[in-house]
């Protein structure tokens, strides 16, 4: 199995641009977690999905964050426009409900905002 | 409100030695898992090893193993014959609770702990 693959690992961008991020889950896996990591507030959910439904956005940040899984292999989450304090390292994991509740994570995405 | 504490930030090890790394964390539930993640400097987050609440014995993964003490809410993580490469951010997760008749898919992490294991 190929694991949890994300695009691009890097991405260097300006102020006010778009970003889009590119997450492909572990094939069979029914949900997709969408997290931010930052020294100064670690590792947070921003959202999931189950069966490609959103279930809980209660952590993404504001407006210029969004999210999508069109199907069952594909999410992205896109930042518009980009400020210099969305820069982080963003992760997608899948799970799937078997009742242990664990996830596994993508290799991540580092953003850069200047 | 669901926590998960990892009390010490940082420690080190010389390579070869056991080290344990302490978790302890709050819920009301009686029935539920326990992970520890690790975080290599190539920022990669994996799966360690998983505990069930309800099993009494506890999870070995070759040279990882937990100290499970259900009623003290404390589930830590022995590493024995530390390797340079386990050299990492260790975190402690459980899944949130969202009512309560039942938790979610939702993993509550702790803060991290920094493992140096020294040559």
Redesign the interface.
């Known amino acids: 199995d190929a694991g949890v693959i994300q695009s691009p690992r890097h991405e260097v961008t300006e102020m006010g641009q778009e970003v889009t991020l590119r997450c492909k889950p572990i094939s069979g896996h029914d ?1 997709l ?1 969408w997290y931010r990591q930052t020294m100064m507030r ?2 947070e ?1 921003l959202i ?1 999905f ?1 069966n490609n439904v959103p ?2 956005d209660s952590g993404m940040p504001e407006d210029r964050f969004s999210a999508k899984m069109p199907n069952a292999s594909f999410s992205t989450l896109k930042i518009q426009p980009s400020e210099p304090r969305d820069s982080a ?1 963003y ?1 997608c ?1 899948s ?1 799937k ?1 078997v009742s ?6 993508g ?2 995405t ?1 953003l850069t905002v200047t | 409100a669901q926590t998960v504490t990892q009390s010490q930030p940082e420690m080190s090890v010389q390579e070869a030695e056991t080290v344990t790394l302490s978790c302890t964390y709050d819920t009301s539930e009686s029935n539920y898992y326990l992970f520890w993640y690790k975080q290599p400097p190539s920022r990669q987050m994996i799966l360690v090893i998983r505990q069930e609440a309800y099993k009494q014995q506890n999870a070995t993964e070759n040279r990882f193993s937990v100290n499970f003490q259900k009623a003290a809410k404390s589930f830590s993580l022995k590493i024995s014959d530390s390797q340079l490469g386990d050299t990492a951010m260790y975190f402690c997760a459980f899944p949130h609770q969202e009512t309560p008749q039942g938790g979610s898919e939702k993993l509550v992490f702790g803060k991290g702990m920094k493992l140096t294991v020294n040559p």
């Open positions: 949900y977690f670690g590792l959910l999931y189950n279930i809980d390292v992760f994991a799970g409900r242990s509740y664990e996830q596994y994570f290799p991540g580092r």
